[in-house]
């Protein structure tokens, strides 16, 4: 079965630090990572899309670091506010045909 | 503006009964799809339509049934053959290239079997 493995479960990060989060997936085929953002209550949100022939994408204080080689990939929050404590997931897919394959989530909390 | 909306926000069930969730969209995508999430559990797929008047199941089938008449459209009925409906329940739409914008979701209905 396709999988999208994410850690950790949870992660508690002090205000101003880093928050890395991160993914590994099996299916050679897939050519679309994106990162989703949920907060409480929330449905998720469209955070941060990398496609595999680059190593690196950075959105503000958001980057996604991207190994083809390891089939992994990571988010790195740079910066962490506790506006950005919310529900994290990954997810892969191939861009062009087929749904994407979640991750189960890594809730964030970052400390005052 | 361009979204989804999703009704009701709380929904409440009896024991026995079916309930239908609203998924409505504007964003003029072709695909839609209903997740469950539990805590812990993560996204589940319910079901799927990349098209009009087609859909197929998704890993927890069982005890839920859709239709999609409508492009914009997807309800998702929670039968009585579901035994555990209480969840936070997702819709989700995305276009055929999902890079132009990813899955779109909708603000969510919990439901509660009471």
């Known amino acids: 079965q396709q999988q999208v493995k994410q850690s950790p479960q949870s992660l508690i990060v002090q205000k101003g630090g880093i928050s890395i989060i991160n993914c590994a997936y099996e299916n050679t085929a897939f050519d679309y990572f994106p990162w989703y953002q949920q907060f409480p209550g929330k449905g998720p949100a469209l955070l941060i899309a990398i496609r595999p022939d680059v190593s690196e994408k950075k959105e503000g204080r958001f980057t996604i670091s991207f190994n083809k080689s390891a089939k992994q990939f990571s988010l790195h929050i740079m910066d962490s506010q506790p506006g950005d404590s919310a529900t994290y997931f990954c997810?892969?897919?191939?861009?062009?045909?087929?749904?994407?394959?979640f991750g189960k989530g890594t809730k964030l909390s970052v400390k005052p | 503006d361009g979204g989804i909306t999703q009704s009701p926000k709380y929904l409440f069930r009896k024991e026995g009964q079916n309930v239908t969730l609203s998924c409505e969209q504007n964003?003029?995508?072709?695909?839609m799809y209903w997740y469950r999430q539990d805590p812990g559990q993560g996204l589940r797929l319910i079901y799927y339509s990349q098209i009009v008047n087609d859909f197929q199941k998704g890993d927890i089938a069982e005890g839920y049934s859709v239709s999609r008449e409508k492009k914009e459209s997807f309800p998702l009925t929670v039968t009585s053959a579901q035994k555990n409906p209480t969840a936070f329940y997702l819709c989700?739409?995305?276009?055929?290239?999902?890079?132009?914008?990813?899955?779109?979701f909708g603000s969510g209905t919990r439901l509660t079997v009471v």
């Open positions: 964003l003029n995508h072709d695909a």
């Open positions: 997810a892969a897919s191939r861009r062009s045909q087929g749904n994407l394959i």
């Open positions: 989700a739409s995305s276009s055929f290239d999902r890079e132009k914008n990813g899955y779109t």
